[in-house]
C-alpha cells in the first residue's frame, strides 16, 4: 500500500502485466499495418511510459510523437478539458496511431477526433493501455485496447493523483476505505487484554470486538448462537471456528464507519486468524500489529479466581476449568505468535505491573505502527 498526498493506494497491475499486455498491442498493431510506417501519438503527460516502453517493443521502424493536453484534476476526469496542442508535423496520407494511458469518459478522444478532423491522415487508429468501459460516454471506436479496468481511480506509470505517483512502475487502485488502525489484542485468559481494550478504544478511536463478550451477551439473550456457544464455554473449550468467523463478519459488518478495530481473544486459529486477514482484505485494511500480553500461568490462575468473585462468569469460578482455558491458549492460540511474526507483526509486552503502566507500553508499540 502507498499512500500519495492524503489518500492510500493498493497494488492492482503489476508491471509485468503491464508489459504482456503492452507486448501484444505492439505485436497486433505490427500486423494490421503491415509495410507502412506508422506515427505513432503520445498525449502527455500521461502516455511518455505508455509509449516509451511500447516504442521499445514496437517490432519494425515507426515514427514517435507527442501532443499535449491537461485532462485530471484530482480524482476526477474533468468535464471542462484543456484543448490540445503541439501538433506541428505534417500527417497528410499518414497512418496515425493514438497511444494513450487510459481511456474513461472518452473526453480526450473527444478532442484528438477534432484537432485530426483537418488533417488528410490515411488513418487515424486508436490504442490505449488501459480501458475504462463503465465510464466511457463516448461512441469513437477504440481499435486496441491493453486492459479493461473497472471504473475506480488508478495512478502509477505515468497516472498522476495531484502530480504524484506518474513514477511508479506498477499500477496502484485508489483504496476504497481509507487508512485504519487494526490490532489484534492477544495474550492469554486474564492477561488483561478487556481491561486494556477499554482504555485504548478511546484513545485511539477504535471500536473493541470481544468474541468473549459477543458470546456471553448472546447466552444472556438465550440466542441460538448463545445456546451452543455455551455449551463449549462452560467447559472452557473453543467455540467452533466457523461459529464464530460468522459471528465475527457480522460484528465488523456493523461497525462501517470504524477508523479501526481491537480484536480481543480473536483470532484463536489459524483458521480464524486466515478469515480475518480475507475480512480485512475485503475492506481494502489489514491487520496492523498483534499485541501480546505476557503473563505468567500462577499469576493468570491467582487474577481469574479473584475476578471469578465479583464477574459471575462461571468460567472464572473454577479453577480447572481456568486451567483447561490457558491449556486451549498455549494448545490452540499461541501458534499465532508465528502468524504474526512471519509478517513481522507480532510486538510481546509485559503485562504485569499496574494498568496505567501497561497502558503505556501498549501505546508505544502502537504510536510506533
Ligand atoms: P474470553 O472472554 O475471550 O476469555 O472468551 C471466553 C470463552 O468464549 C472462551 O473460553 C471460548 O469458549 C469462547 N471464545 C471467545 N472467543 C473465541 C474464539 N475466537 N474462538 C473460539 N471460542 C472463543
Do not use: W
Not at 509495410?35 to 515514427?63: H, R, T, W
Not at 473526453?107 to 491522415?121: A, D, G, Q, S
Not at 499465532?336 to 513481522?344: C, P, T
Amino acid at each position: 500500500m502507498i499512500k500519495l498526498h492524503d489518500k492510500y493506494f493498493k497494488p492492482f497491475i503489476t508491471a509485468k502485466q503491464i508489459d504482456e499486455a503492452l507486448q501484444r498491442l505492439a505485436n497486433e498493431i505490427a500486423e494490421d499495418v503491415g509495410d507502412e510506417i506508422p506515427v505513432f501519438v503520445g498525449i502527455l503527460n500521461g502516455s511518455f511510459m505508455v509509449v516509451s516502453d511500447f516504442a521499445k517493443m514496437y517490432p519494425k521502424p515507426c515514427e514517435v510523437t507527442f501532443i499535449k493536453l491537461a485532462s485530471y484534476e484530482g480524482v476526477k476526469s474533468s468535464e471542462d478539458i484543456q484543448r490540445l496542442i503541439g501538433l506541428t508535423q505534417d500527417l497528410t496520407g499518414r497512418t496515425v496511431i493514438i497511444l494513450e494511458d487510459i481511456i474513461d469518459t472518452g473526453n480526450t478522444l473527444h478532442e484528438v477526433h477534432r484537432i485530426f478532423k483537418n488533417e488528410k491522415v490515411k488513418s487515424l487508429k486508436i490504442a490505449t493501455l488501459f480501458y475504462k468501459p463503465e465510464a466511457y460516454k463516448k461512441d469513437f471506436k477504440l481499435h486496441y485496447v491493453g486492459i479493461e479496468i473497472p471504473n475506480k481511480f488508478i495512478v502509477g506509470y505515468g497516472l498522476d493523483y495531484n502530480g504524484l505517483g506518474r513514477n511508479l512502475s506498477e499500477v496502484y487502485q485508489i483504496k476504497e476505505t481509507q487508512y485504519m488502525t487494526n490490532l489484534v489484542l492477544f495474550g492469554p485468559p486474564g492477561a488483561g487484554k478487556g481491561t486494556q481494550a477499554e482504555f485504548l478504544k478511546t484513545k485511539y478511536n477504535l471500536v473493541h470486538i470481544s468474541t468473549g463478550d459477543v458470546f456471553r451477551y448472546n447466552i444472556k439473550n438465550e440466542t441460538a448462537l448463545g445456546m451452543l456457544a455455551k455449551s463449549y464455554m462452560d467447559k472452557g473449550a473453543l467455540v467452533p471456528d466457523q461459529v464464530t468467523i460468522d459471528m465475527l463478519n457480522a460484528e465488523v459488518e456493523k461497525n462501517t464507519d470504524a477508523q479501526g478495530f481491537i480484536f480481543d481473544g480473536f483470532p484463536r486459529t489459524n483458521a480464524q486468524a486466515e478469515a480475518l486477514d480475507k475480512l480485512m482484505d475485503s475492506k481494502d485494511s489489514q491487520i496492523n500489529a498483534m499485541i501480546a500480553l505476557e503473563v505468567d500461568d500462577e499469576v493468570l490462575v491467582k487474577r481469574l479466581l479473584g475476578r471469578g468473585k465479583t464477574s459471575g462468569r462461571p468460567d472464572d469460578a473454577d479453577e480447572s476449568i481456568i486451567r483447561n482455558r490457558i491449556k486451549e491458549y498455549y494448545d490452540k492460540t499461541a501458534i499465532l505468535k508465528d502468524y504474526y511474526s512471519a509478517q513481522d507483526k507480532y510486538f510481546g509486552v509485559d503485562g504485569v505491573g499496574s494498568i496505567d503502566e501497561i497502558t503505556k507500553r501498549l501505546s508505544s508499540v502502537i504510536d510506533k505502527l
